[in-house]
């Protein structure tokens, strides 16, 4: 079993729409969860970080977390071609030992069509 | 202020060559994380520095050894290249005593071919 899943995609949603992306971790310490954008050959990009259980929003994103079901989302309202990017989500362990280690998912391929 | 800079951004080597990547951290990091993005996969974890030593470690072969400066720059050394290194190198820069997922910076990359 991968520690961090997700759905490859494409993900494909109509502009305007609510685009959904779902990521599932192994390690129940696992302590802080991270959604990262990915432009074509660019790095990746914080878009969100959340620690606690429950809905965290800023802006057109939300990131939901349950630890209990070890599972945490991504919801981009209002879906834009412009958000149309590779999400990866990513998890910093219990023993990360303070020294901010990730583990990635394989990412999410998103497109938003006019 | 800058953030995190890499070079070079592209290269190509030929399979059994050594490879020499940079990361200068952003200014008021100590930690500089390097992860290596096959083409389609997330970023994989190599190693972590801090402090001039390697603090953590992924899981990737000896070939792949690093070096951090007093000046908290660093150096990822790839040996006897394969076909199979050629991918994204990522540099992450940190803080050793911040926590928060915000503080975790990562470069532009340098994107190395294996022919």
């Known amino acids: 079993q991968k520690e961090v899943e997700q759905n490859s995609g494409p993900l494909s949603v109509p502009e305007g729409a609510i685009a959904s992306l779902n990521c599932t971790y192994s390690?129940?310490?696992?302590?802080?969860f991270f959604w990262y954008r990915q432009y074509s050959g660019k790095s990746p990009e914080l878009i969100m970080f959340?620690?606690?259980?429950g809905d965290k929003e800023d802006g057109r994103f939300t990131a939901q977390l349950n630890k209990a079901s070890q599972y945490v989302s991504l919801l981009i309202r209002d879906s834009q071609p412009s958000d149309s990017a590779t999400y990866l989500c990513?998890?910093?362990?219990?023993?990360?030992?303070?020294?901010?280690?990730?583990?990635f998912g394989a990412g999410t391929r998103l497109a938003v069509h006019p | 202020d800058a953030g995190v800079t890499q070079s070079p951004t592209h290269l190509i080597k030929t399979r059994g060559q050594q490879v020499t990547l940079r990361c200068s951290p952003k200014?008021?990091?100590?930690?500089v994380s390097w992860y290596q993005q096959a083409l389609g996969q997330g970023p994989q974890f190599i190693f972590q520095?801090?402090?001039?030593?390697?603090?953590q470690r992924g899981n990737f072969p000896d070939r792949f050894s690093g070096h951090q400066f007093p000046n908290y720059s660093s150096e990822l050394n790839v040996n006897a290249l394969l076909l199979g290194d050629s991918a994204l190198y990522l540099c992450?820069?940190?803080?050793?005593?911040?926590?928060?997922?915000?503080?975790?910076?990562f470069g532009e990359g340098s994107w190395l071919t294996v022919v």
């Open positions: 390690d129940r310490g696992s302590q802080s």
């Open positions: 200014s008021g990091h100590d930690t």
């Open positions: 520095y801090y402090e001039e030593e390697e603090r």
């Open positions: 959340i620690y606690s259980n």
């Open positions: 990513a998890v910093r362990g219990e023993f990360s030992g303070g020294y901010n280690k990730l583990i």
């Open positions: 992450a820069s940190s803080s050793r005593g911040e926590l928060s997922g915000n503080t975790i910076y």
